[in-house]
């Protein structure tokens, strides 16, 4: 259940509280956000493109656009923080991306978990609770944006860019698979010319990929097609040349994909005179903006959520 949330077109932040078993199933997530996860108390689970991490108390979760994960909690109850916002959010003064570097600079999956003892709590939990304090959508954007500005100065000073220092737990041959599809979304990703290519079977690929992320394999590939079409959507680049660079094929099967995901057509995602998707001057308050009440809305954001759940 949401004790208190806020959501604008590009910033949504929610602070959850799980009691029962219907408050807790699990979620499955791939989007072109963001995303920070803040315990507050209990625990959760998280698997992130193949890597499982368990988040307690005081730790920090984050996760980049286009990496797949699912989350749920560990043990009921379960608080936390959730906070979603575009990969583009701060390019109206960050001229030298250097903001979102703990998110940009990770490799799918690898160090994804902050630990609690390395950030300053007291200065990120009374941010959260100046959240709570607010009572309207303006005021409560400001207390959103202004604890999300915290909290990633916080983490870039003790973010640990050493890639030694973060285990992967993930066998070699998944960590080739994710790597290769990862590298090639362009290309015919045809599940037998990749098993042959690693030198497994058809059906040992899609168990270790099933066992080990949670879906399919051409559901991964779908979604990763679908999050880079939305960036070069975003920037401009023609419709049908978005297709071929995500490896559709044709602009058809692109055409009615990403419409069946996202709910809208792929021109909807275009700049034009009144969207600014990569947030080039940063955008204003409008009636867009809401403050989600915990009981009318709760089944409707879960189920935008959902949507990006393939049939």
Sequence with gaps: MFQCAYRDPYLLYTDNLLETPDDSSSLIHINEAHEIIYCVSGSLTANIEGVRYTVMPGDLLLIRDAEMHITAPETLPTQFHHIKFSPYYFNFFDTENRICRPFSEHPFGIGNLVPGSRLNRPLIENCFANIRGTRDAYM??????GTLMMILSDVNQCYDYDRSHHV???????????TYINSHLDEDLNPD????RLYISRSQLDRIFKQNIGFTLWKYIT????????HLLHAGIANNE??????????????????????RPPRAAQPNETTDPLLKQFYKFDDTASIIDATDELEGLFQRMKRLQLE
């Design 140 to 145: 409560r954007r400001v207390a959103v944006f």
């Design 223 to 230: 979604f990763k097609r679908l999050i880079r079409a939305r």
């Design 168 to 178: 992967d737990t993930r066998s070699a041959v998944l960590q080739e698979i994710i």
């Design 193 to 196: 010319k990749i098993a042959s």
């Design 242 to 263: 978005v297709a071929r660079l995500c490896g559709f094929g044709d602009y058809s099967t692109f055409y009615k994909v990403y419409t069946k995901v996202w709910g």
